[in-house]
């Protein structure tokens, strides 16, 4: 990425904490736009980004103001801004004035639960702008960890099986005298993690929150795959793997032509099988699944192609987005003609239950 690239980003990135809903395909035509019409012209620049970064009338005001600022005629183009320290925000709980019968007499417990706290159970697809920015520093605080699985290697460990060739060599260096006894143990070694992530329109509140989540993966240890289904399967795996967030996100924006468009899992999931699983991708891995379930197609089509992918992967995890959510039943035809074949069926629409999301991959 150019240094003209890295400042026209930049300021998509100052327009969204601003509250512009300025998503990853917008930052990419307004790149496209002005590599049309000449990053030296400010005049085109700015006529570029409207046509391209504002959604509604309500965001040219504050499209104006982000684009004075950054762009200063005085100053030419900006100059990094040292970042403020942030200051967490407390609340306290609200107390009952009488308590009630079930209440441990003795003193009352207060608890203070910080903003960081509070955006990191909410929901992803209702939070705004400047929160959504607040939110993807936070996923540098997800620690994920590779799932294992034995080889059929051994390695040298202080118990275990007695390594009885290590053994007796080890008594032949002593002419036959009794020496240590040497141990192992099978060895170990990360099991693949395959991502499947629904970008379909009836997800698109989520779906930046769910890149960021496998870029994150991505960068963890292990093998990880990553791939999105809507109507056309994308491997993403190449774009993720640049350690910026934000550049990788560009870069699969970039790579996917199906953004919020039409939910075509069984179709998706049957070329997935038929290309990738054929050559390994799949077999013996852990295959996480993101969506919500609806199904434009066929669903008995997509029941075949989980049972499919559940003989052969060695665990198959799906993530909904409302799985958390108070009143929630799968009901969606697409959930369930997957259910039977699911080993965990987790929630996944906060950062909390992403970190759960690891866990669950984690002990697979």
Not at 103 to 116: F, I, K, L, M, Y
Not at 321 to 327: C, E, I, S, T
């Given at each position: ?175 036959g005298e009794p020496a240590d006894i040497v141990w192992r ?28 989540l496998a870029h994150r993966m991505s960068q963890g240890p ?143």
């Amino acid at each position: 990425m150019s240094d003209a690239d890295e400042i026209l980003v930049g300021f998509a990135r100052a327009l969204r904490a601003a509250g512009v809903p300025v998503t990853q395909d917008r930052t990419q035509s307004f790149v496209a736009a002005v590599a049309v019409v000449g990053a030296d012209d400010q005049r085109a620049t700015y006529a570029a980004g409207r046509a391209t970064l504002c959604g509604s009338p309500d965001d040219l005001a504050r499209y104006d103001q982000v684009f004075t600022a950054w762009f200063n005629a005085r100053d030419g183009l900006p100059r990094p801004r040292p970042a403020a320290p942030s200051v967490p925000s407390f609340s306290d709980l609200p107390a009952d004035e009488q308590p009630g019968s079930g209440d441990v007499p003795g003193e009352t417990v207060r608890a203070r639960a910080s903003a960081a706290e509070v955006l990191r159970h909410r929901d992803v697809a209702t939070l705004s702008a400047a929160e959504k920015h607040r939110l993807a520093a936070m996923f540098a605080t997800l620690r994920p960890r590779a799932p294992v699985r034995r080889t059929a290697r051994h390695r040298a460990w202080h118990r275990g099986r007695v390594d009885a060739s290590r053994t007796l060599r080890a008594s032949l260096r002593r002419m036959g005298e009794p020496a240590d006894i040497v141990w192992r143990r099978r060895a170990v070694k990360p099991r693949r993690i395959v991502l499947l992530i629904d970008v379909s329109g009836s997800m698109n509140g989520y779906a930046d929150a769910l890149l960021r989540l496998a870029h994150r993966m991505s960068q963890g240890p292990g093998v990880v795959e990553t791939f999105t289904v809507g109507t056309r399967l994308t491997h993403l795996t190449r774009a993720l793997h640049n350690r910026d967030a934000e550049r990788a996100l560009v870069a699969a924006g970039d790579a996917v032509p199906d953004w919020s468009g039409g939910t075509r899992l069984g179709e998706t999931l049957r070329v997935f099988l038929d290309r990738w699983g054929r050559r390994g991708l799949a077999r013996g891995a852990v295959v996480v699944v993101f969506s919500d379930g609806w199904e434009r197609g066929d669903a008995s089509l997509l029941g075949e192609q989980m049972a499919r992918l559940h003989r052969i992967a060695h665990r198959v995890v799906w993530v909904n987005p409302h799985r958390g959510k108070d009143g929630y039943e799968p009901v969606q035809q697409g959930v369930l003609a997957a259910l039977p074949h699911v080993d965990d069926f987790v929630a996944g629409h906060s950062l909390a239950t992403f970190a759960e999301v690891l866990e669950v991959v984690a002990r697979a």
